[in-house]
């Protein structure tokens, strides 16, 4: 990526970041040490705070995501996800390990939401183009063909070759609703694996944490406003967190700000595999809270577009997954575990109890 767009993609991430930190530690003897780097298509920032050894974990961390990126990446020529694409009908493409696992990790979430979350979203995604500056309203027959090439099932993988194949010429895999979850916990990984007990991460919205503060405490997450522009708010609630990774996916990351302006209408990035449109399920944020950032990510997805009712019984049915859940109509919806666990900050937002 040339580095004036880089910068410019930067700093429009920069400004969309879906959570605002609420922190204020004492750091004592510890170091701080922090790194911000653009990888995955978002801003990323790291904080860790130890010794020497806390600052050469934090570098191979930062290694470690540039890595997955390489791999991951549909803008990359030579990522692995590229190679898959451009074969799509052709022939299976041997991928490293970490393409190979979040791919199959990914079909599973296919299977467990009967299509709802589905990576071969590919096409969608690319017709849409929500974030071109120049991006417009595809054309219902333009969706309905692509959307004929959305399929999960038809990716084949084949674990003792580690290869992947999709069965049709122009499909096309993303994995962006569950690549940065996987860069951040194997960012966690090498971190804990190096003796940092305590850190905060942040992947364009994928946070994740190391035990608490340098003193003990839990990191005060806040939860962003969805609506900040309009109600003149960082956050409506804040959640407290040790070793726990807090993801959010929403209708304001991004989507048709001109589309918008003119129409009042929000077309956001979050597509619904069934249909080929933004999802309509009447939500504008979706969290997930666990231990895994990678099945965080996919679940806020599957939230988001399944809605806060179906959402929820399958985010139950899994069990170890907390969640909330913003409605149009500033109603938060959470799970039983964070009835004494949300702290409101917003009286603009309505908080329902289960």
Not at 156 to 176: C, P, Q, S
Not at 324 to 330: E, P, R, S
Request: aromatic share 8%; charged share 25%; hydrophobic share 40%.
């Amino acid at each position: 990526m040339h580095t004036k767009l880089r910068k410019t993609l930067a700093l429009s991430v920069l400004l969309i970041m879906v959570l605002t930190f609420v922190i204020g530690c004492t750091i004592g003897n510890t170091r701080e040490y922090n790194r911000d780097l653009f990888a995955l298509d978002t801003v990323i920032t790291l904080k860790v705070f130890g010794g020497r050894s806390a600052k050469k974990a934090l570098d191979k961390a930062a290694e470690r995501i540039r890595e997955i990126e390489d791999h991951m990446s549909p803008t990359l020529e030579d990522s692995d996800v590229s190679k898959i694409n451009r074969a799509a009908g052709i022939e299976p493409v041997k991928v490293h390990e970490d393409t190979f696992y979040v791919i199959k990790r990914a079909l599973n979430y296919g299977k467990l939401t009967g299509g709802v979350f589905d990576i071969t979203i590919g096409p969608i995604v690319n017709l849409w183009d929500i974030k071109s500056e120049k991006s417009k309203i595809p054309d219902e027959n333009h969706i309905k063909d692509k959307l004929s090439l959305v399929d999960y099932r038809k990716v084949r993988i084949d674990e003792d070759n580690m290869t992947v194949f999709l069965e049709e010429k122009g499909m096309a895999v993303d994995l962006g609703a569950i690549a940065k979850g996987y860069a951040a916990d194997e960012a966690v990984r090498i971190l804990m694996k190096s003796g940092v007990k305590s850190a905060l991460l942040n992947l364009g919205g994928n946070v994740i944490t190391i035990g608490g503060k340098p003193d003990g405490s839990p990191w005060r997450i806040g939860l962003q406003d969805p609506r900040s522009q309009e109600t003149g708010r960082n956050h409506f609630a804040i959640v407290e967190v040790k070793g726990a990774t807090v993801v959010s996916s929403g209708d304001y990351e991004r989507y048709m700000v001109d589309v918008y302006e003119r129409t009042g209408e929000r077309y956001h990035h979050i597509f619904d595999p069934r249909t080929g449109y933004p999802a309509q399920s009447g939500l504008m944020v979706s969290t997930i809270i666990s231990a895994s950032s990678m099945d965080a990510d996919a679940l806020s997805t599957i939230l988001f577009i399944m809605g806060h009712e179906e959402g929820f019984k399958t985010i139950e049915d899994l069990g170890n997954y907390e969640a909330i859940a913003v409605t149009l109509d500033k109603d938060v919806y959470i799970t039983e575990g964070l009835k004494d666990g949300l702290i409101p900050s917003n009286d603009l937002y309505n908080i329902i109890e289960p």
